[in-house]
């Protein structure tokens, strides 16, 4: 680990996970025996790369000038004005280059894919996000990259898989299962088996078998870093709560984990709550689920009494997903994170309200966090500190809420 | 010695190779499968693996994710499977059964308790294909108990260190990955395995069975050439799926099965 965490992007205060992977119970390494080989390799490899000062100048280098870091914390001031309470502080990844918080991901993790003499490069994708943010890094480092996507994906985030095309990669339609987030990873998994040998899978979430959910955190607790900083140097102390959208929990993780041992900062993880908990058309483990296996890793699961893995829904393709990361279930069983739902509805209200009060157009998985956030201000006085992770914008999800609207583009 | 280690030790007596078929629980339904595991003994199957059908069989190529769908579709679960596996015991007392599956189904019913079951039912052994030695210890524990034997899989980049770890757990038998990949893919290159195997073979002192990939004769007697067994599974899951109905599928797993068996024993010890 990186001795320094005013370097910027890693944290040192955290011992978590294991040398096997565990948070807890959870996480581990849960894969057919062709994987065990390659995924020690990538943890050796990215073990000794951490120590390496090139990398860590090289990193440093492209998020700042490729990325476009550090992202600004803005004062939300007529969203505020008209919850009435709390201030609501947006961390802006939606301004990180490709337009979401993934890319801080798929930066680090394709450095490590040449590092380790990797020529092609795969990854699943849900929204799209991770796929375009992987797609163009791909690029950048003039390697091969293939996106597996779901079908029903496909469909309803059109402009993402158009601009992945434009980048030079390759989008192949998975239409096995539910067709979404959940087969997209099967599928991306099947893959890296058979192509081992050169092919690097940059996983987007905090989920999967070890090491992945350690890399993905790491590289992502930039954004929580940063807003730590931001927030000592701008309004002079800790915010009193920190807010994020939980999918797989990959920008969650990003911006909790610098606070975890910051006990005076609330910190809010929201899941999809879909059609609402109690009809069972959600996208919410931590909050309706069990825990279970999926992924190569033992965490909050959707799931039937016989272990099979239940269809999800959620507005936000991003957020559609039946497991989580398995440091979000330890963190949700320690009950140092609290973990709520926001259901399509105010997820579209909250989407709405951004446009309209800040100028600023969200993507729907953000807009399940802003809508907790607007809720929690409510309820706050009016020098309470609230940070929302505005994960990413919306432009991708034009299609989806002209559609809700009646309205065709 | 359970019937796992008393086939091994009659084939071996007798000079042969083994011959390890697989199919999917359920799929079509379960009454042809019970039909399905008699055709495929009668005709030279040694040992019958059956596979338990999970939502998500990340190891699984396209023909046995279809069939683990249908599977689901007609409501099978360990329960049923255990059903099944009794009611077979009702006429063959001597043919080792494997499960192979996933181990989330497995965990929601409780390990244990699964183990329990199963040997109570006439099950043999089980194949968790998520589940590495790592993280196999406690579970371990349960199949011994329950006299169940714990298959793992070898891979062609299992080092021979993890080979070590693995052979700490097994028994009955270990299955050699003859490709990186998944089941029913690119057909099996026996060249290009022949050395890790028999660096497997050196080091662990039970069975080895060769799968993945396996279609034709002549790939059962290549592999069975250079290992103690031949495991054959998306083969035969093509044939349910491709078949019109219930009696020319029948025939059609005899003959296929006959033939492999024929290849399988072209080759002697």
């Not at chain 1, 993790?109 to 490069?121: F, P």
Request: hydrophobic share 40%; proline share 4%.
């Amino acid at each position: 680990m990186l001795k320094n965490p005013s370097d910027g992007w890693q944290t040192t205060e955290y011992s978590l996970p294991d040398e096997k992977g565990h948070f807890g119970n959870y996480g581990g390494r849960f894969v057919s025996e062709t994987l065990m080989g390659p995924l020690s390799e990538l943890e050796k490899a990215y073990n000794s790369l951490i120590e390496d000062q090139k990398f860590i100048d090289r990193l440093r280098d492209d998020l700042t000038y490729f990325v476009g870091r550090p992202t600004p914390l803005y004062f939300a001031e007529r969203l505020t004005e008209k919850c009435g309470g709390g201030r609501i502080f947006l961390k802006r990844e939606d301004l990180n280059h490709t337009g979401a918080h993934k890319v801080n991901n798929t930066v680090g993790q394709a450095l490590l894919a040449k590092k380790m003499g990797k020529t092609r490069i795969i990854a699943e994708t849900g929204a799209g996000q991770h796929g375009v943010a992987t797609a163009t890094i791909a690029a950048r480092m003039g390697m091969k990259c293939c996106i597996y996507m779901g079908s029903d994906d496909i469909k309803r985030q059109s402009p993402n898989v158009f601009r992945m095309k434009l980048l030079g990669a390759e989008v192949k339609a998975v239409d096995s299962g539910s067709k979404t987030l959940k087969d997209a990873l099967n599928e991306a998994l099947r893959d890296w088996v058979t192509n081992v040998d050169d092919t690097y899978y940059i996983i987007g979430t905090v989920a999967g078998p070890h090491p992945y959910p350690k890399i993905v955190r790491d590289f992502q607790a930039v954004i929580g870093q940063e807003t730590k900083q931001q927030c000592l140097e701008q309004l002079g102390r800790m915010p009193d709560a920190v807010v994020a959208c939980v999918g797989g929990g990959s920008n969650a993780i990003g911006i909790f984990h610098p606070f975890i041992a910051e006990k005076t900062v609330d910190l809010i993880g929201v899941e999809a709550g879909g059609f609402g908990i109690s009809t069972g058309k959600h996208s919410a483990p931590l909050s309706a689920g069990s825990p279970g296996v999926l992924h190569g890793n033992r965490t909050y699961l959707m799931q039937d009494e016989l272990g099979q893995i239940n269809a999800t829904h959620s507005v936000s393709a991003g957020l559609d997903y039946p497991g989580v990361g398995p440091e979000h279930a330890w963190l949700k069983d320690q009950g140092r994170v609290k973990y709520t739902t926001v259901d399509d509805k105010s997820a579209l209200e909250a989407f709405d309200n951004m446009c309209l009060y800040e100028g600023i157009i969200p993507a729907l998985e953000t807009s399940h966090a802003l809508a907790e956030a607007e809720h929690l201000a409510q309820h706050r006085s009016k020098n309470s500190i609230i940070v929302v992770n505005l994960s990413g914008r919306g432009d991708k999800d034009l299609f989806t809420v002209a559609d809700i609207k009646g309205i065709s583009l | 010695m359970g019937r796992i280690d008393n086939c091994f030790d009659r084939l071996k007596e007798s000079g042969r190779k083994g011959l390890i078929t697989y199919i999917t629980a359920g799929d079509p339904d379960i009454d042809s499968t019970l039909e399905y595991m008699n055709v495929l003994v009668e005709n030279g199957a040694d040992i019958i693996e059956i596979g338990v059908p999970f939502s998500d069989p990340i190891a699984d190529g396209p023909t046995i994710q279809r069939a683990s769908e249908r599977a689901l579709n007609n409501g099978v679960d360990l329960n049923s499977i255990f059903e099944l596996v009794g009611r077979f015991r009702r006429r063959n007392s001597e043919t080792p059964i494997v499960l192979m599956g996933y181990l989330n189904p497995f965990e929601q019913k409780g390990f244990e308790k699964a183990s329990i079951e199963a040997q109570k039912a006439g099950v043999d052994g089980f194949l968790v294909v998520d589940l590495p030695p790592e993280e196999a210890t406690q579970i371990n524990g349960y199949l011994s108990r329950a006299n169940l034997s714990q298959i793992f899989l070898i891979a062609p980049n299992s080092s021979l260190s993890r080979v070590d770890l693995i052979k700490k757990l097994a028994s009955g038998f270990v299955y050699f990955v003859s490709v990186k990949g998944v089941t029913g893919d690119k057909g099996i290159q026996m060249k290009e395995i022949s050395e890790n195997i028999e660096a497997a073979k050196g080091a662990v002192n039970i069975p080895i069975g060769i799968g993945f990939g396996i279609k034709k004769n002549e790939d059962a007697k290549a592999a069975a050439m250079s290992s103690d067994a031949v495991i054959v599974g998306s083969a035969l899951i093509e044939i349910i799926e491709k078949s019109n109905d219930k009696s020319s599928c029948l025939s059609s797993l005899a003959a296929f099965v006959l033939g492999l068996r024929k290849s399988i024993d072209s080759v002697v010890k």
